[in-house]
C-alpha cells in the first residue's frame, strides 16, 4: 500500500471532494416562474444510468434567424392543449456528436416544465429558452424575437408537421428548417 504524506492527504481529499461536486448532477434549472421568461440551464454532461424520458422530445430542425421579429404559427391542433418548444444556440453544438449533447440539454430543459404561455406571448428566442406553448383548436400564433442573429435549434415536444409548425419572417417568408430529425416514431393521437 502506498503511503501519503499527511500535507498531500488533504490535497488528495480535496481533489476527491471537488471531482465529486462536478459529477455529482446533470445540470440545475433555475424554478419556473409565473412569466414568460425561458427556462435556462448549463450544458449538461451526461451520467451513466441517467435516465430521462426520451419521448419528451420528438422534433428538432436548425433555423437561420437574423435579429428581429418572427411569428411562430401552430395551425390546427385537435388532440394537445400544449407544446414544450425550447431553443439552443447552435454555436455551442458543433463539435461531432454534440447533436447529442444538445438533444440531451433541450430533454432537461422540458423536464423542468416551464409554466404555460398564453397565445399572443412575446418570446425571446436565446439559447436553452424553453417554453410550454398553449394551443388554441383552431390555430396559434406566437411573436418570436430574436436579439442575436444565429443559428438555433429547434426542439418540440410533437412532431411540427403535426401542427403545421412554422416560422415566419416579419415580410411574411417562411423560414425552412435544416437538419430536421425526428427522435420517435410517428404515431396517432
Known amino acids: 500500500m502506498v503511503s501519503i504524506r499527511k500535507p498531500h492527504r488533504w490535497l488528495v481529499l480535496v481533489a476527491v471532494i471537488l471531482l465529486a461536486v462536478a459529477l455529482a448532477g446533470c445540470g440545475q434549472t433555475d424554478q419556473a416562474t409565473s412569466s414568460p421568461e425561458p427556462q435556462h440551464q448549463s450544458k449538461p454532461a451526461h451520467k451513466p444510468g441517467h435516465e430521462h424520458d426520451e419521448g419528451l422530445v ?3 430542425g436548425v433555423y437561420e434567424l437574423e435579429a428581429g421579429t418572427y411569428s411562430l404559427i401552430f395551425g390546427k391542433s385537435s388532440h394537445d392543449p400544449s407544446i414544450m418548444v425550447t431553443f439552443l444556440d447552435k454555436s455551442g453544438y458543433l463539435e461531432e456528436g454534440d ?29 436553452q429558452a ?19 442573429s444565429g443559428t438555433y435549434i429547434v426542439f418540440t415536444e410533437h412532431f411540427a408537421w403535426e401542427f403545421d409548425m412554422q416560422i415566419v419572417s416579419a415580410d ?18
Open 130 to 148: 424553453c417554453y410550454n406553448l398553449t394551443l388554441e383548436p383552431e390555430g396559434t400564433t406566437y411573436e418570436l424575437h430574436v436579439p442575436e
Open 172 to 189: 411574411r417568408t417562411a423560414v425552412e428548417p435544416r437538419d430536421v430529425r425526428e427522435y420517435a416514431e410517428p404515431h396517432a393521437h
Open 58 to 60: 420528438e422534433w428538432s
Open 99 to 127: 447533436d447529442l449533447v444538445a438533444h440531451h440539454a433541450a430533454l432537461h430543459l422540458m423536464e423542468a416544465e416551464p409554466p404555460l404561455v398564453a397565445p399572443g406571448t412575446r418570446l425571446k428566442v436565446a439559447d
